[in-house]
């Protein structure tokens, strides 16, 4: 088994594939609208589906705005550098919500931002302890 993707409703998808392919740097691997359905999907990462997990940007035609509830937490991203990643991040547009820094009670870095629907996204160092 592997994990194949994690699915986010998203209210504008050209304001999603935006943030997730000019400021986090995914690419837009395939998208399909579904007329009967009214809704269309968006598939976006760093390699290959066959390989690698993605995220699903799911639209559903006419429904802008999604509250988030708080049931769910974050995706999390691998970088090199938590610190250089949020000033490029930043550069492009990207919100952060928590500046880079050492985890609360741990030692390892990380950094939120947050997509144009809400969604956190948690940045981490490859040499995490915690």
């Given at each position: 088994?592997?994990l194949?993707h ?6 504008d998808l050209?304001?999603?594939i ?9 690419k837009?691997?395939?998208?399909r609208?579904y007329?009967?359905?009214?809704f269309?999907?968006?598939?976006v ?11 699903e940007l799911?639209?559903n ?10 049931g ?5 991203l ?8 949020c ?8 919100k ?16 939120f ?14 040499s995490?302890?915690?």
């Amino acid at each position: 088994m592997r994990l194949l993707h994690t699915m986010l409703r998203v209210g504008d998808l050209e304001a999603s594939i935006a943030f997730y392919t000019e400021v986090l740097g995914m690419k837009l691997l395939r998208r399909r609208d579904y007329p009967e359905g009214e809704f269309t999907l968006a598939f976006v990462g760093y390699g290959d589906e066959a390989t690698n997990s993605v995220i699903e940007l799911t639209h559903n035609w006419g429904v802008d705005q999604y509250d988030l509830g708080d049931g769910y937490g974050h995706i999390a991203l691998e970088v090199e550098d938590v610190y250089k990643a949020c000033e490029e991040i930043r550069a492009r547009g990207g919100k952060i919500t928590r500046e880079p820094g050492p985890m609360k009670h741990g030692s390892s870095i990380l950094a939120f931002v947050e997509d144009p629907d809400g969604y956190k996204i948690e940045l981490l160092s490859p040499s995490r302890a915690d």
